[in-house]
């Protein structure tokens, strides 16, 4: 084989390796944890990773030794074996394919069962001062916090370096609960409650995910997790919790009327308002979110609009229709909406 073309594949063999790599880094990484729990799973992963190395560098380094001292022998020669060679090879057997899987599987047994899964879980009884109610839709994320009227979706404010309890169920399959800086990913499991604790350490955004392949849009079922400092967390808390406000233009007066008597109402909610339905995230303070669509697309006016119009070609099969709308009647909506802060 000559150099060049040796070089060559040398060159693909790092890029292919490289690659898996790229998906690292950037918002949802696991390795960048941001709490005690995403701490000690990274540790258990790099530990893994580490075991893992060694495992390969031991099994390439047997087969590079043996085809070599095969060479030396000649190819065919040593099917018979001598004796000695034979119980050594009796010993490898016992030690490297017994004993050593055993160790390795049991270590990891001891450190993954009896230290992370412990450290990583919810407090049993509801000792913490927070507890939030997480809903999976297909899909979207609907956010209760019991003790207030809060409700919001696609985005959880908790406040830092505080212990939140999020007991998370579905209302319809299952989806999976993951913010991988925070903790480990919790399914949401018909007829059931589970839950996970989020305690991060700083102020900041962390993405969310879906984990658990629930349809057609599950790619589009994402959430943000604000961290706030708790001070910031309790007034943003407390808007929530306010029922909505008087239109403040007469344009969204008229939205407001369009909404009401409209589809809109028999889907979404709007507290203070006859608009109850329950198929739709709540839209009481809509205007206060940073996306719409469970991050498909930002929440902007022009967004809004786009979203009203077309949501289907946005996220295609998802429970809304797309609205035929006049520009007039478009622009009284969007007024309305965005007035909902
Ligand atoms: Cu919900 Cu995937």
Redesign the pocket.
């Known amino acids: 084989m000559n150099a060049p073309r040796e070089d060559r594949r040398c060159l693909a063999f790092l890029v292919l390796a490289v690659v898996p790599l790229a998906g690292c880094g950037g918002s949802q990484n696991a390795l960048a944890p941001e709490s005690h729990q995403a701490r000690d799973i990274a540790t258990l992963f790099w530990w893994m990773m580490g075991g893992a190395w060694v495992g390969l560098g031991l099994v390439v380094g047997l087969l590079l030794w043996s085809w070599k001292r095969r060479n030396r022998r000649g190819f065919g020669r040593d099917v018979e074996g001598d004796k000695p060679g034979e119980k050594r090879s009796w010993y490898a057997v016992v030690v490297l394919g017994i004993v050593m899987p055993i160790a390795v599987i049991s270590t990891l047994f001891v450190v993954s069962d009896l230290f992370v899964i412990k450290t990583t879980q919810a407090p049993a009884s509801t000792t913490t001062k927070l507890t939030v109610q997480v809903i999976?839709h297909?899909?979207w994320w609907e956010v209760r916090y019991p003790g207030t009227t809060a409700v919001t979706a696609n985005e959880l404010h908790i406040p830092a370096r505080t212990p939140v309890r999020v007991e998370v169920k579905t209302a319809d399959?299952?989806?999976?609960f993951w913010v991988p800086e925070l903790n480990r990913k919790i399914d949401?499991i018909p007829g059931r409650s589970n839950v996970v604790e989020l305690d991060a350490d700083q102020v900041g955004r962390y993405r969310g995910?879906?984990?658990?392949?629930?349809?057609l849009?599950?790619?589009h079922?994402a959430m943000y997790v604000f961290v706030d400092e708790p001070s910031a967390f309790r007034r943003w808390l407390a808007q929530q919790e306010k029922p909505v406000e008087a239109p403040s233009s007469a344009l969204a007066e008229r939205g407001a009327r369009l909404f009401l008597d409209g589809p809109c109402s028999s889907c979404h909610a709007i507290r203070g308002t006859d608009a109850d339905g329950y198929v739709g995230p709540d839209l009481t303070h809509v205007a206060s979110r940073a996306t719409l669509g469970a991050l498909t697309v930002s929440n902007t006016p022009d967004d809004l609009r786009q979203w009203i119009l077309h949501s289907q070609q946005a996220k295609p099969g998802n429970q809304m229709p797309d609205f035929n709308a006049s520009g007039a009647r478009l622009d009284a909506l969007v007024a309305f909406l965005e007035g909902l802060k």
């Open positions: 999976g297909q899909w399959v299952i989806h999976s949401t995910q879906c984990a658990e392949f629930c349809g849009q599950h790619a079922m």
